[in-house]
C-alpha cells in the first residue's frame, strides 16, 4: 500500500504529473463547496458599529450642551435679565479611567570579566485592568471620570458692551469653568 502511494505522488510517475492539474482543481472546487454549505460562527459575523469618533462627537456635544445650560441659568439670575446666552466649547470628551493592578519587577546583574565588573538594572512593569468579579469577564472596576477640558466660552449679554459687566461675566465665567480669562469671550446682546 505505502509502495503505491510512493508511486503515486513520485515524480517518475508519469499519470501523476499529468493529472496532478486535475487533483488540485478538483480539492479547490471542494474546499469552496465546503466552505459555502456551513452557517457562519458567531465569531464571523461582523456587525458594522457607530464608529468612535460619532460616539465621541455626540459625547461632546451633549456636554457642551450641559454647560451652556448651568452657565446660562447662572448668568441670568446673576444679571438679572433673560437676554443671555452661552456657547462652551469642549476639546474632548470626557476619558474614563479604570483600576488596574500594576507591578513592577526589577533585577539587577554583575558580571565580572578580566578584572573589570559591570552592573546592569532590568525594569519589567505589568499592568492589568481589575474587574468586578474574580474572572476577567465581567466589567472592569471605574476608578474615575476625566471630565474635558473647555477650550472657550463665548457669552452674548444685555450690557455686554459695558466694561465694568464684561469684566464681572469673564471674571465670573473664568472662575466657574476653571478657564483662562483669555478664553472667555463677552459681547453685547443687539
Not at 474546499?31 to 469618533?53: A, C, H, M, N
Not at 476639546?91 to 552592573?119: C, L, P, V, Y
Request: proline residues 4%.
Amino acid at each position: 500500500m505505502m509502495d503505491k502511494l510512493k508511486a503515486l505522488f513520485s515524480s517518475r510517475d508519469p499519470t501523476f504529473q499529468k493529472k496532478w492539474p486535475l487533483i488540485l482543481l478538483l480539492l479547490i472546487i471542494g474546499l469552496i463547496l465546503v466552505l459555502q454549505g456551513r452557517e457562519p460562527s458567531e465569531k464571523e459575523v461582523t456587525t458594522i458599529p457607530v464608529s468612535d469618533t460619532e460616539v465621541e462627537f455626540e459625547q461632546i456635544k451633549k456636554l457642551e450642551n450641559q454647560a451652556e445650560k448651568r452657565l446660562e441659568a447662572m448668568l441670568k439670575k446673576a444679571l438679572g435679565t433673560n437676554k443671555v446666552e452661552v456657547m462652551v466649547t469642549l476639546g474632548t470628551s470626557e476619558k474614563k479611567i479604570f483600576a488596574r493592578n500594576e507591578t513592577t519587577q526589577q533585577d539587577q546583574s554583575e558580571d565580572q570579566k578580566e578584572g573589570f565588573s559591570s552592573a546592569a538594572d532590568r525594569n519589567s512593569m505589568t499592568s492589568q485592568l481589575v474587574f468586578g468579579n474574580q474572572s476577567q469577564q465581567g466589567t472592569p472596576v471605574l476608578s474615575y471620570i476625566e471630565k474635558p477640558a473647555i477650550t472657550g466660552v463665548m457669552i452674548v449679554a444685555e450690557n455686554g458692551h459695558e466694561t465694568k459687566v464684561k469684566k464681572q461675566i469673564a471674571e465670573a465665567v473664568s472662575k466657574a469653568l476653571d478657564v483662562s480669562s483669555h478664553r472667555v469671550a463677552v459681547i453685547p446682546y443687539e
